[in-house]
């Protein structure tokens, strides 16, 4: 999964820039955690983009008053996200073992980087990121919403790549039980249709750690 992301991430980054390919129910969701964020109290606005990419959603959270830090195993995906914006900190590593003190966040963002992680482990992820997040700090967490595994190569293959890289779909509650067992408190989920070449149906779920 690494390396295909290294592999396309020139690609990745020139195809997806910004935020185009969210729906405004995407965006809305996107903006009402970077709202609860900033609005914390006594808060600095300090947020994790976690599974951060090319950078393009710190960029946009960053536009929304935010002060981000990226992080993505893949090496390539960071190399364009410190291109693009090279104020901010960007670093490789992985979303098991965040490489940050508990508490450190006001925010964290799993902006579709939970996806490619099987089921089973996924729980383990959303309690990393937990640990890292202040008491009344908020997580949104974005994905594909159904059951099953769909394979993205084909995607990539039409570009040139040969990479081997899949996805797995979450229900939306199995995502709120994850949430739950993370000892996070669902605030407010959004499901929506599939859009355009889109295959599945999206969902985000926004949560809150309790002071
Ligand atoms: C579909 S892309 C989404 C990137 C970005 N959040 C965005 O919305 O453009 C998934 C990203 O998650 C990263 N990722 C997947 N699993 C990860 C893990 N276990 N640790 C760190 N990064 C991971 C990948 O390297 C990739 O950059």
């Not at 592999?7 to 903006?31: C, F, G, I, K, N």
């Not at 900033?38 to 983009?49: F, H, P």
């Amino acid at each position: 999964m690494q390396h295909a992301y290294d592999t396309v991430a020139a690609d990745y980054a020139a195809r997806l820039p910004d935020t185009r390919a969210e729906t405004p129910l995407d965006l809305a969701m996107v903006d009402a955690f970077a709202e609860a964020v900033v609005g914390a109290a006594g808060g600095d606005g300090l947020v994790l983009d976690a599974g951060c990419g090319t950078g393009r959603m710190s960029r946009h959270l960053a536009g929304r008053g935010l002060r981000t830090v990226g992080l993505d195993l893949s090496h390539g995906m960071v190399t364009m996200a410190r291109r693009a914006q090279p104020g901010t900190s960007y670093v490789v590593g992985a979303l098991g073992a965040l490489p940050y003190a508990d508490a450190s966040f006001a925010g964290v963002l799993l902006w579709y980087s939970t996806i490619h992680t099987p089921p089973d482990e996924q729980s383990a992820l959303l309690s990393e990121a937990a640990r890292v997040l202040r008491p009344g700090g908020h997580l949104l967490v974005g994905f594909q919403a159904g059951t099953g595994v769909r394979d993205v190569a084909p995607a990539y293959r039409a570009l040139g790549h040969e990479v081997v890289l899949e996805r797995h779909l979450a229900s939306p509650d199995e995502m709120g039980t994850r949430l739950a067992d993370a000892g996070l408190v669902e605030v407010a989920r959004l499901v929506r249709r599939a859009v355009g070449s889109e295959r599945d149906d999206q969902a985000a779920l926004l949560a809150r750690r309790p002071d």
